[in-house]
């Protein structure tokens, strides 16, 4: 077995009494779409927030590509390749779209070149060629603040692709979408390469079952499940708790 990228281990972060994220277990072999999936509460944002460092663990130990990264802060994390999209919006609304876009594109020219002129021109091409590929080529000098909300989830995962990351977490990406808006990301995190490692939180199951090669699912804070999506859909406690059947 080669080295998962993301390994938990005994993840756990509580809130005085309450345990929302308790004693996760996971490893995610690079390339992989995995599917982080559960009811509201579950843990599922908090999980992503100790995976970026937003927020500590109260116990456990995080991985990634073999080094533990538990203590390291959000931005060194994010140096080492951890982008995300979060299940509320961070964008710069008075800003367009394309500066949003652009601004990530630089940052991480920046971060791993000197910034010279020639990897700023580099940045513009590759903040207007991920805006085609969410769609929104025509929306690029448009402000954020007047685009539809699944506008922004699409400018949010430009903005995270932008970062030209290892590992991608999307929290809910598809909350708010149209359907063709829905299909056309779909299409695109399929058509990601395999050098981005995926881990999608996602409520319309046919986004994760169109995209997951493996899912977890949590429940009050806890992995009932982690398995292929066969095994998930064919799982009678997955059904009680998840699925309401
Ligand atoms: P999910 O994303 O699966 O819906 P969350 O991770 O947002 O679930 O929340 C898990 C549980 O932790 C919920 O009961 C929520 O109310 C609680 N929680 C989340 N963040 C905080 C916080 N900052 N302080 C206290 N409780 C929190
Ligand atoms: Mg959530």
Known sequence: MSQPLLSLSGVCRHFGALKAVDDVSLDVPAGARHALIGPNGAGKSTLFKLITGAMPVTAGRVALAGADITRLPEHQRARRGISQTLQHSSLFLTQ????????AAQRQHSS???LVPRRQAGARERARALLADVGL???????VAALSHGERRQVEVAVALACEPRLLLLDEPAAGMSPAESARLVALLKSLPASVTLVIVEHDLDVVFALATS??????????????PDEVRASAAVQEAYLGT
Do not use: K, Y
């Not at 367009?96 to 601004?103: D, E, P, S």
């Not at 080529?137 to 402000?143: I, L, V, W």
């Not at 899912?215 to 292929?228: A, F, K, N, Y």
């Open 112 to 114: 791993r070149h000197s």
């Open 96 to 103: 367009t779209v394309l500066q949003n876009v652009l601004l």
């Open 137 to 143: 080529e025509q929306r690029a000098s448009t402000p």
């Open 215 to 228: 899912v977890t699912v949590l429940h009050l804070g806890r992995v009932l499940l982690t398995g292929s």
